[in-house]
């Protein structure tokens, strides 16, 4: 069987088994989330009161802040020989990965004190200064560990680098939906004690309006598509790591670039639904989203160049 007709059906497949859950999340969205929910969330709480749900909601989002500091150092990494242009763009992107990973602990910061009711320690510069110099500490801890590594593999981490970051920007898809979709979370009409507001995926919600002397913070009406899932789904960037490193090329490396990703991700969106923070079907766009952009990134930047690379050796033989 080519290549092509194997990508052919592993698209085929992909797009039958998504169809089949949307449609299962859209028949029994509410439902799912009544089974999931209700155990973890108390009378006059927005916020769960199971450690596992709000474990993952301060640390489940880790991965794309991870990736963009890996990506921005190995980019650092590419520009150091030169100044002018290209001193400026090292500078920008030591500033991406000192910022990236400073929003890392920034997050789980602000959900940790939100969560604990201690959300007043967010206020003033003392939290940003903090995670400023977080971000400062591991940005430079990355060159130093790991620029001879970097500088070493530049050739076939560039590309991947790039792809990442490519990757990553996809979340300003997430926000440009949240906003105008206006879903109310599960969690809120729990609050309320009212499941009337409940819409479905596809369809935009006035709840926001309808709702806007009931005293509900804004996030209350930004469930679908989950964030923290497409967030969780970067860690599907391992699939591109048998492209790029010969360790990773073996069936095993192969099977472990998927299964590690999609458990991870799976876990994530499982306890964004059981905090009532996302429905079923909030968590499978968030987490298709994301595995959607790395494959079209990684065929973008790293499948089809290789692809050229081999037609090239066979041309030249």
Same mark, same amino acid.
């Given at each position: 069987?080519?290549?092509?007709? !194997?990508? *052919?059906?592993?698209?085929?497949? &992909? ?10 999340? #859209?028949? &029994?969205?509410?439902?799912?989330? $009544? ?58 992107? +030591? ?36 995670? %400023? ?32 970051? @490519?990757? /990553? ?8 939906? !949240? ?10 009409? $729990? %609050? ?5 507001? &409940? ?16 005293? *509900?913070?804004?996030? /209350?009406? !930004?469930? +679908?598509?989950?964030? $923290? ?8 960037? *391992? ?23 999609? @458990? ?13 923070? $996302? ?8 987490? #298709? ?7 079209? +990134? ?20």
């Amino acid at each position: 069987m080519t290549e092509k007709k !194997k990508r *052919l059906l592993s698209t085929a497949g &992909f797009l039958a088994g998504l169809g089949v859950l949307l449609a299962l999340a #859209t028949a &029994f969205d509410l439902q799912v989330s $009544h089974i999931l929910a209700e155990g973890n969330l108390t009378e006059g709480r927005y916020y769960s009161v199971n450690f596992l749900c709000n474990l993952v909601e301060i640390l489940g989002a880790w991965p794309i802040w991870a990736a963009i500091v890996f990506a921005s150092s190995v980019l650092a990494v590419s520009f150091e020989a030169g100044g002018g242009v290209k001193g400026i763009f090292r500078v920008f992107f +030591f500033l991406l990965s000192t910022a990236s990973a400073g929003l890392l602990l920034r997050d789980g910061l602000k959900y940790t004190f939100r969560i604990y009711d201690r959300e007043e320690l967010l206020e003033g510069p003392g939290t940003w200064v903090v995670s %400023l110099a977080f971000g400062l500490l591991v940005a430079a801890a990355v060159l130093r560990l790991a620029g001879k590594g970097i500088r070493r593999n530049l050739d076939s981490l560039l590309p991947l680098a790039l792809a990442i970051l @490519c990757s /990553c920007s996809c979340y300003f898809i997430i926000e440009m939906i !949240k906003t105008p979709m206006g879903r109310m979370r599960f969690r809120g009409m $729990h %609050l309320l004690g009212d499941y009337s507001c &409940f819409t479905p995926w596809y369809q935009a919600s006035a709840a926001g309006e309808v709702l806007r002397d009931r005293g *509900l913070v804004r996030d /209350c009406f !930004k469930s +679908f598509p989950s964030g $923290h899932t497409f967030s969780a789904g970067m860690s599907y960037i *391992l699939i591109m790591l048998p492209d790029v490193l010969p360790g990773w090329k073996t069936t095993r490396g192969k099977v472990l670039s998927y299964l590690i990703p999609v @458990c991870y991700t799976g876990f994530v969106g499982f306890f964004r639904i059981a905090a009532g923070a $996302h429905f079923f079907s909030d968590v499978l766009a968030g987490g #298709t989203l994301a595995y959607v952009a790395v494959q079209t +990134f990684r065929y973008v930047f790293l499948r089809r160049s290789i692809g050229k690379a081999v037609q090239t050796g066979t041309a030249a033989a």
